[in-house]
């Protein structure tokens, strides 16, 4: 029975650390990635479509983005789009081919990504304290309602904090790997 509650609670801390990383694709570095994409959503013929299923997404370069519309006359919706959600790119078209030259990032620039990248970590670790909690009021129940003794319920309890320092790190793990890619010049 504390099994199922521990499973499950693992099973949601891994979906925190899913969404963090992420979260953290769009996160741009000094790097390009066409995760920093993700979200621009253009209108394809009155149906909002991310850009990845109206055009081939490539990275030729370390800043560069390409993207490849799949009908020519995309070419200036893709480019609104890109414009209105406002990444700080500018794209360039030579009539095939949207370009995104990813300017290099300031040193201000790269401690400001930073500490997003420390806020988001933290709201991670947050969700993650808060699964911790859940499933330790749902083992107290069990152990209130007498399905379990006092005796699992402790052990269990120090499995479901086990658990969560595991998940901890992990968070900090990716925190430290997006870092090192931000700071790196």
Do not use: C
Not at 8 to 27: C, F, G, N, W
Not at 178 to 184: A, G, R, S, T
């Amino acid at each position: 029975m504390t099994k199922a509650v521990i499973n499950s609670m693992s099973t949601h801390m891994d979906k925190t650390i899913e969404a963090l990383r992420k979260e953290y694709q769009k996160v741009r570095t000094g790097r390009a990635s066409t995760g920093f994409l993700d979200d621009i959503r253009v209108d394809f013929y009155g149906t909002l479509s991310p850009l990845s299923q109206v055009a081939t997404l490539s990275v030729p370069e370390p800043r560069t983005i390409n993207l490849q519309p799949w009908d020519a006359k995309m070419i200036p919706v893709i480019e609104k789009a890109i414009m209105n959600a406002n990444l700080g790119v500018t794209p360039a078209n030579d009539g095939k081919v949207i370009r995104l030259n990813l300017p290099p990032l300031t040193e201000e620039r790269r401690k400001d990504i930073v500490k997003q990248l420390k806020k988001l970590a933290e709201e991670a670790k947050v969700a993650v304290r808060n699964i911790r909690r859940d499933a330790n009021d749902e083992l107290k129940k069990l152990e209130k309602d007498k399905k379990i003794s006092e005796d699992e319920l402790k052990r269990a309890e120090k499995e479901v904090q086990d658990v969560t320092n595991t998940h901890v790190t992990k968070i900090d793990d990716v925190l430290l790997h997006k870092e090192k890619e931000v700071m790196e010049v």
